[in-house]
């Protein structure tokens, strides 16, 4: 994030081909990432995103979080998927 400190963040769990959580410590929170992919047939994923904050200061940081990720979840969400199916696509070419 442009003009802050760096943000650390914990690879919490993953199940290949199912999830990955990702974490963030604050002071007395924690933000969590949870990713999960659903196959739907041999060629379509269902890909889903949740944002969890949580702990005795997750009031203090709700409308910082919502203001960072809010309005940019649901286009990151569609960049993120096209790039997986480019990348799909390059591995089943050959390029």
Known sequence: MPDQAPWHWLIREVQPEELFVLEMQLDGAMLSFEWRFEALSQTRTKMTQRVLLSGENAAVYAAEVEQGF????????????????????KSTDGR
């Open 70 to 89: 809010g309005p940019t979840l649901a286009p990151g969400m569609k960049r993120i998927a096209a790039e997986m199916a480019a990348a799909a696509l």
